[in-house]
């Protein structure tokens, strides 16, 4: 159970929500099952891979957060060495499996977000600067790339669109949680926002980049035509409560309120469900278009 716990998989059950819808969309309809049973297991290798060699490089850091001290690096259960050679392992052979069982474009994108994720977020960003979860998010948000690449083999705008959605909705999604963990984060010295800055400018760049969310989501719909009317009216409706919880916070923090009533984690907890029902919408639409 420690490797698996290694590959962080509640981490990976997000990230494959959103590389299967966009195979949907990709297709217009029910892509090749076997085609997303290939991507969805080279995805699970891939970023397994990535979090594996992530646990091992922060686990000095990992061992000193409530958060993070029950991790199996940090408790024993897997020694640094297996953890290492386990991550490598995951990596080279997901890069193998979609090369071999999808497409070379999809293996290049895989490995791409791998060494991305390994070098420039854990290695570059995470401990030098609060800007770290803003550019660090970009491993995850090449999933909806690898999707659409995965049935067409070629890159277009419909999947930069998602990606952008992707970009500008993992500060807003971290950020609450940084919130509630910050003296983890201030204690070890990595700078995350909320360890930087007050919860004020937190909250209020949370709704900033919420509403850059919001907005570039539905370009899907206008002026790139890629939906019917189904995906505009449901990023809507999302978009919507998101920006309600958003600025709720803002006011909030706006006010002063700390401890369990600014009540940051409700963002956290909902940023999940928004991301899942919109790539949900995603698979759907082609249906309806």
Known sequence: MGFVALTKPRIIELLLITTVPVMFLAAGGVPD??????????GYL??????????????????LMHRTEQRPLVTGLVSPREGLVFGITLSVVSTVWFAVLVNPLSAG????????????????LKRRTAQNIVWGGVAGCLQVFIGWSAVRNELAWAPFVLFLVLFF????????????????????????LPVV??????????????????????????????TSWFYPLVAVALGGFW???????????????TGPKL??????H????YATLLFVAVAIDPFLH
């Open 46 to 63: 891939s970023a397994g891979g990535a979090n594996a060699l992530n646990m091992y490089i922060d686990r000095d850091i990992d061992a």
């Open 263 to 268: 009540k940051e984690m409700r963002l956290f």
């Open 169 to 192: 909705w993992t500060p807003p999604h971290y950020w609450p949680l940084s919130m509630k963990v910050k003296d983890d984060y201030e204690r070890v010295g990595v700078p995350m």
């Open 197 to 226: 800055a007050g919860n004020q400018v937190v909250a209020r760049q949370i709704v900033l980049y919420s509403w850059v969310m919001v907005l570039t989501s539905l370009t899907l719909w206008w002026p790139l035509g890629e």
């Open 109 to 124: 994108l895989s490995l791409t977000a791998i060494l991305y994720y390994v070098f420039v977020y854990t290695l570059g």
């Open 243 to 257: 920006l309600k919880e958003a600025h709720g916070l803002h006011a909030r923090a706006k006010a002063g309120v």
């Open 33 to 42: 099952l076997w085609l997303v049973l290939a991507t969805v297991v080279g």
């Open 270 to 273: 909902w940023s999940i469900t």
